[in-house]
């Protein structure tokens, strides 16, 4: 017989909001996939670097009911 333990509990309790927003890469019109920490501002704006083409896009992160929008520009 086997004995199979693969039920596990992941963070009981602490709720794991995160989710991923994607974008189009403003250089190379990929689109890209990120983490959006959906526990966090309503409102972000950070830096990614695009794992196509490695050039820095500066993403402007907004969450609210309908989901997660990213707005995606090149860095000068
Ligand atoms: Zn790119």
Excluded at 28 to 54: F, K, L, M, W
Aim: a positive charge; glycine letters at 6%.
């Amino acid at each position: 017989m086997n004995r199979q333990r693969r039920k596990r509990r992941l963070l009981r309790g602490n709720s794991t909001d995160q989710s991923v927003g994607r974008y189009t890469c403003p250089t190379c019109h990929e689109r890209i996939t990120v983490p959006i920490d959906r526990g966090g501002a309503a409102h972000q704006q950070y830096s990614n670097d695009c794992h196509v083409c490695c050039r820095p896009a500066t993403l402007t992160v907004t969450i609210d009911e309908h989901g997660i929008q990213i707005t995606a520009e090149n860095e000068s």
